[in-house]
């Protein structure tokens, strides 16, 4: 498909606190939409394109039954070219498509198939099944076909069926479209009996009297041991929320260098930086430097062929006297990695990673 390179710039990787999926742009409805099981527990999550740049998006509508929700991401710059999602197009047996997202939370891929039923009857709803690889990491993400218009909305896979995806179908994502005008921008959910929209939490629909469950309105709050971390991360002045990648996990950049915190062995919070790819050349210096370097309580080794700077800490000791220096000692291995990787290109002729910005 002649688009695809275009279109692609308008998927991206939605990073919340529990995990990733996928969601994408839609130029005439200016927002992002993706599934709603992607952002649950979340009010606030990030979102982040190919450029590894990642941005604050708020969630300001989710339908819990049809697995939808809206995203809006305001300092998001708009993608010149997007999924054509108003279409006449109709989805038949055998037609091919394609499948753009995040699959395991990887870099972005593209998977292709064929529809195998485009009404395929699952739980009393109807969905398009297709043969395409989807993977956890897909959902939310687009199914389009080979003229880059949105068929269907990634929302499954059974774990014990192979070959077998499922996507929800245009027919509903329209009829939640519909509704995109009447969004104040106040977060909103869409009633799974009679889809009226409520903006206040409640224990029941107003329009309909159906039971709502309150917990849609509120965020799953974080670990204590979360919190603590965060605290790092807000020294460097980034909010926390573009660093999150997962339960206790956070992925974010600090200039040019990756960071990566997360548990290790149950007991340790690790924090660690793939700074560089070993040159082919000054290996000896560049050896004798990461031996014989002060880096202080950080950490420079050597795993396969990437040089690393770590810190590792029990987690008990964030409960210490020592928990501001402690605090202090992860959001200077940021600023620090960010230095090193370029005196190790500078100094050693040592090329940054693939991880790197």
């Given at each position: 498909?002649?688009?695809?390179?275009?279109?692609?710039?308008?998927?991206?990787?939605?990073?919340?606190?529990?995990?990733?999926?996928?969601?994408?742009?839609?130029?005439?409805?200016?927002?992002?939409?993706?599934?709603?099981?992607v952002i649950a527990g979340s009010l606030v999550v990030s979102v982040e394109g190919q450029d590894k740049n990642r941005y604050i998006a708020k969630v300001i509508y989710a339908n819990q039954?049809?697995?939808i929700a809206f995203l809006k991401a305001a300092d998001l710059p708009k993608p010149i070219k997007t999924i054509v999602t108003k279409h006449n197009t109709e989805v038949a047996s055998r037609?091919?498509?394609?499948?753009?997202?995040?699959?395991?939370?990887?870099?972005?891929?593209?998977?292709?198939?064929?529809?195998?039923?485009?009404?395929?009857?699952?739980?009393?709803?109807?969905?398009?099944?297709?043969?395409?690889?989807?993977?956890?990491?897909?959902?939310?993400?687009?199914?389009?076909?080979?003229?880059?218009?949105?068929?269907?909305?990634?929302?499954?896979?059974?774990?014990?069926?192979?070959?077998?995806?499922?996507?929800?179908?245009?027919?509903?994502?329209?009829?939640?479209?519909?509704?995109?005008?009447?969004?104040?921008?106040?977060?909103?959910?869409?009633?799974?009996?009679?889809?009226?929209?409520?903006?206040?939490?409640?224990?029941?629909?107003?329009?309909?009297?159906?039971?709502?469950?309150?917990?849609?309105?509120?965020?799953?709050?974080?670990?204590?041991?979360?919190l603590k971390v965060e605290e790092a991360i807000s020294k460097l002045n980034i909010d926390p929320v573009l660093a999150r990648s997962g339960n206790e996990r956070w992925y974010f950049h600090?200039?040019?260098?990756?960071?990566?915190?997360?548990?290790?062995?149950?007991?340790?919070?690790?924090?660690?930086?793939?700074?560089?790819?070993?040159?082919?050349?000054?290996?000896?210096?560049?050896?004798?430097?990461?031996?014989?370097?002060?880096?202080?309580?950080?950490?420079?080794?050597?795993?396969?062929?990437?040089?690393?700077?770590?810190?590792?800490?029990?987690?008990?000791?964030?409960?210490?006297?020592?928990?501001?220096?402690?605090?202090?000692?992860?959001?200077?291995?940021?600023?620090?990695?960010?230095?090193?990787?370029?005196?190790?290109?500078?100094?050693?002729?040592?090329?940054?990673?693939?991880?790197?910005?």
């Open positions: 498909m002649s688009d695809i390179k275009n279109i692609e710039n308008s998927v991206y990787r939605i990073n919340t606190s529990s995990g990733s999926g996928t969601g994408f742009y839609s130029l005439e409805d200016d927002i992002i939409i993706t599934n709603y099981h039954g049809k697995d037609d091919k498509i394609m499948v753009l997202g995040y699959p395991y939370g990887m870099p972005f891929t593209v998977t292709e198939g064929i529809v195998s039923n485009p009404r395929q009857l699952v739980n009393d709803s109807n969905f398009i099944q297709t043969d395409a690889a989807i993977n956890p990491g897909n959902s939310g993400g687009p199914v389009i076909n080979e003229k880059g218009e949105l068929i269907g909305v990634v929302t499954s896979k059974f774990s014990d069926a192979d070959n077998m995806g499922f996507a929800i179908p245009m027919e509903t994502l329209r009829d939640e479209l519909e509704i995109v005008t009447e969004l104040t921008g106040i977060y909103t959910i869409g009633c799974h009996s009679c889809n009226g929209l409520i903006e206040e939490k409640v224990s029941y629909c107003p329009n309909c009297g159906n039971d709502i469950d309150e917990k849609l309105f509120e965020e799953n709050p974080l670990s204590d041991f979360s600090q200039g040019s260098a990756a960071i990566r915190m997360f548990v290790y062995d149950n007991n340790y919070l690790f924090a660690t930086s793939p700074l560089n790819d070993l040159p082919r050349k000054n290996l000896i210096d560049i050896y004798e430097y990461i031996l014989t370097a002060d880096t202080g309580v950080h950490r420079l080794s050597i795993s396969g062929n990437q040089i690393y700077l770590s810190y590792r800490v029990h987690i008990s000791d964030l409960y210490s006297e020592n928990k501001e220096e402690i605090l202090e000692n992860i959001a200077q291995l940021a600023a620090k990695a960010d230095d090193l990787d370029n005196l190790f290109v500078n100094d050693f002729g040592a090329k940054m990673t693939n991880y790197s910005k």
